[in-house]
């Protein structure tokens, strides 16, 4: 076991060691940081919800009639009326036929990807799709190939190069995790039909904040029923746990039946079941938590332009601020977390090298003093 500590050691030499912060309480544009209150620009919980009052007695009415745990895996004895409920919740809110949900939305694009393409097969993926779509796609033997970010021409290419596989599935992020930007879905979407390829979109990070109603982003691309199959989160702008895939009836049954991280593993907890539902009935009937959320996105990336800082106009609410090396980030989110602001830095592995950054994650909840306050310290 010796190579642990010298590999910790790399890590903390080359500024990519982690450790944790420990949150005293909820998440919240305020949260408590060791005894202290800090103003926190770094959640995924976009709309607010996840501490709402209305979801804790969702998840409390769900524990007192289901209990805590599910006890089995959905196809022994832990499929709940709650599960099925929430299922066809989220097909209603997508507008397919039908939903299935796993546990964590990682263990969504997993299984998914591995149940559609495997050996003699080809699966294309975005360079700088989340890693759970590429675990996902190396995890199911089929020939991996990568295409330039949101780059049509690089696209056509791969697909073009995998023509003599048995079946293709071109894989993309809606929103991009770690930069905000939004892929071209409807141009995605018509250049695999011509490849006779299938289309997988990650929306976890659109779900709930983009679009009229916020179906997610391919509601905002005006491309809803172009792409055959979409996967979400329950904890993000929904605010809970768990991941979910929509489309056709057919694709879910097959999921059901072949996506080993669903079979596999016990169901998800009934109060997250209960809770997310009640997620979905308030961001229908609460338009004005995403408009609130988009006039602070819009804000705040006018304030970082006006201070000479590049940023584009898309409605996400990730906006990362670019400085280079690991040590850089860290210096940075130093000196904000020393004025309680609450901005990790985001180091590689999960961002390529050179691009170290401070990913801002903007809230519903923020108020224009919030962002002032931001602004004026970046």
């Known amino acids: 076991m010796d190579f642990i500590t010298k590999e910790l050691e790399t890590l903390r030499r080359q ?17 408590m940081l060791y005894g202290t209150t800090f103003l926190c620009f770094s959640s995924n919980n976009y709309l607010g919800l996840a501490n709402d009052p209305r979801l804790v007695a969702a998840a409390k009415d769900a524990l007192d009639e289901y209990g805590v745990g599910a006890g089995a895996s959905r196809l022994v004895s832990g499929n709940q009326r709650v599960h099925r409920d929430l299922e066809k919740r989220l097909a209603e809110f997508k507008g397919t036929e039908a939903a299935i949900v796993f546990p964590t939305g990682y263990m969504a694009n ?35 190939l990568v295409y330039s970010h949101c780059d049509l021409g690089s696209l056509e290419q791969a697909l073009a190069q995998a023509r003599g596989y048995r079946r293709r599935l071109v894989v993309t992020d809606t929103v991009f995790s770690m930069d905000g930007d939004l892929a071209p879905l409807h141009e ?6 011509r490849y006779d390829a299938m289309v997988m979109a990650d929306d976890a990070h659109g779900t709930g904040v983009l679009g009229e109603h916020g179906r997610g982003a391919l509601e905002h691309a005006g491309c809803e029923g172009e792409i055959e199959v ?23 049954d097959y999921l059901r039946n072949t996506a080993r991280s669903f079979i596999y593993t016990t169901a998800l907890a009934p109060a997250m079941c209960a809770a997310a539902i009640a997620a979905l009935d308030l961001i229908e009937r609460e338009p004005e ?37 690991p040590a850089r980030a860290m210096e940075k989110s130093r000196e904000l977390y020393a004025n309680h602001i609450f ?3 985001i180091r590689p592995p999960t961002v390529p ?21 931001l602004l004026l310290l970046l």
């Open 353 to 373: 090298k050179g691009t170290s950054r401070l990913r801002v994650s903007l809230m519903a909840a923020h108020t224009r003093d919030d962002i002032e306050r």
């Open 15 to 31: 500024g990519l060691h982690r450790e944790f912060k420990t949150l005293d309480g909820a998440t919240d544009r305020l949260v």
């Open 230 to 252: 979409v996967m979400g989160t329950l904890s993000k702008a929904i605010g809970c746990l768990g991941g979910f895939v929509v489309g056709e009836r057919r694709l879910i």
């Open 110 to 144: 997993v299984g998914t990807i591995a149940a559609l393409v495997g050996e003699g097969d080809a699966v294309l993926v975005d360079r700088l799709d989340h890693a759970s779509i590429v675990d996902g796609a190396r995890l199911s033997k089929a020939k991996l």
């Open 289 to 325: 938590r995403r408009a609130a959320l988009c006039e602070n996105v819009a804000a705040f990336k006018a304030g970082l332009r006006a201070k000479g800082h590049e940023t584009d106009h898309s409605p996400s609410p990730i906006v990362p601020i670019i400085l280079g090396e």
């Open 343 to 345: 901005v990790p830095a």
């Open 188 to 193: 995605i979407a018509l250049l695999a039909k």
